[in-house]
């Protein structure tokens, strides 16, 4: 069964900065892009950043671009998202799954880990 499990969210201030990892099963890690998506309240989930599985390859949403950072361990089977500048609207819940594009490819998600950003 694959699993994902979330951590590093927290309360952060305007144009802050967050460090998220995501550890995910072993089964599956080495042979998949992995992504990152937030969910806010009362919104759709979105995607927000993807890497390939050797790290040469990064996309991420608009909305991030320039601030946010995507990157891998496969030795620990992690995957990780810098948040640099945040703001307001990147609060939500923050999820990773393996990733065809930006398009989730399994059905089961961790807990997510909340970010919230406010002043």
């Known amino acids: 069964q694959v699993q994902f499990v979330e951590s590093g969210g927290g309360l952060v201030q305007p144009g802050g900065s967050l460090r998220l990892s995501c550890a995910a099963s072993e089964s599956i890690f080495s042979s998949y892009y992995m992504g990152w998506f937030r969910q806010g309240s009362g919104k759709e989930r979105e995607f927000v950043a993807g890497?390939?599985?050797?790290?040469?390859?990064?996309y991420y949403a608009d909305s991030v671009k320039g601030r946010f950072t995507i990157s891998r361990d496969n030795a620990k089977n992690t995957v990780y998202l810098q948040m640099n500048s945040l703001k307001p609207e990147d609060t939500g819940v923050y999820y990773c799954?393996?990733?065809?594009?930006?398009?989730?490819?399994?059905?089961?998600w961790g807990q997510g880990t909340q970010v919230t950003v406010s002043s």
């Open positions: 799954n393996a990733v065809r594009g930006a398009i989730p490819l399994f059905r089961s």
């Open positions: 890497i390939s599985w050797n790290e040469y390859t990064t």
